[in-house]
T-cell receptor, first 113, second 112 residues
């Protein structure tokens, strides 16, 4: 089956801890994206990558970091600098960089202990 | 910043009725997309309409686009309980980064 997988489904973070959310796609898509969703809010763009070894900040990149060492993988690290990390995190991909339908993963819910 | 804003924020209807939700945006766009999200899940693409198109259909879905009013509407005909979800519009601004900007969504509840 082709698609996007995210893991884990739920993730708990302790104060001062960095945590990494996984996103993998086997769609051979060039571009990948990370969004944050808070209750009653739309999706806000954290980071995106249109090609391997390159990524760009979105609207709310502070407190987050990413890497794109492989085409199929785009992990997101929530650092201790992100003071309000509790949210639903969604990963998406598109075949190319522009004007495309986005394919979403099932999401990871991050909670702070 | 959010480009598209859906209206209403919440909509509650009976099965069999039609559901209409609207999206307004501020700047010129290349295309507008509608997505659906079931509670606690990822988004699923429904339909894309380009700026030179006025209406598109897909099954029970009908999308219109009025670029002069900078607005779009999504009509779901003969709704079913399984249509209960949140619906988001996403706009790709012309002359921009080609990254779609999502609105806050309309929460639709269809009562059986």
């Amino acid at each position: 089956d082709g698609g996007i997988t995210q893991s884990p489904k739920y993730l708990f973070r302790k104060e001062g801890q960095n945590v990494t959310l996984s996103c993998e796609q086997n769609l051979n898509h060039d571009a990948m994206y990370w969004y944050r969703q808070d209750p009653g809010q739309g999706l806000r763009l954290i980071y995106y990558s249109q090609i391997v070894n390159d990524f760009q900040k979105g609207d709310i990149a502070e407190g987050y970091s990413v890497s794109r060492e492989k085409k199929e993988s785009f992990p997101l690290t929530v650092t201790s600098a992100q003071k309000n990390p509790t949210a639903f995190y969604l990963c998406a991909s598109t075949p190319g960089p522009a004007g495309e339908t986005q394919y979403f993963g099932p999401g990871t819910r991050l909670l702070v202990l | 910043s959010q480009q598209g804003e859906e209206d209403p924020q919440a909509l509650s209807i009976q099965e069999g009725e039609n559901a209409t939700m609207n999206c307004s945006y501020k700047t010129s766009i290349n295309n507008l997309q509608w997505y659906r999200q079931n509670s606690g899940r990822g988004l699923v693409h429904l339909i894309l309409i380009r700026s030179n198109e006025r209406e598109k259909h897909s099954g029970r879905l009908r999308v219109t686009l009025d670029t002069s009013k900078k607005s779009s509407s999504l009509l779901i005909t003969a709704s079913r309980a399984a249509d209960t979800a949140s619906y988001f519009c996403a706009t790709e601004s012309s002359g921009g980064s080609y990254i779609p900007t999502f609105g806050r969504g309309t929460s639709l509840i269809v009562h059986p």
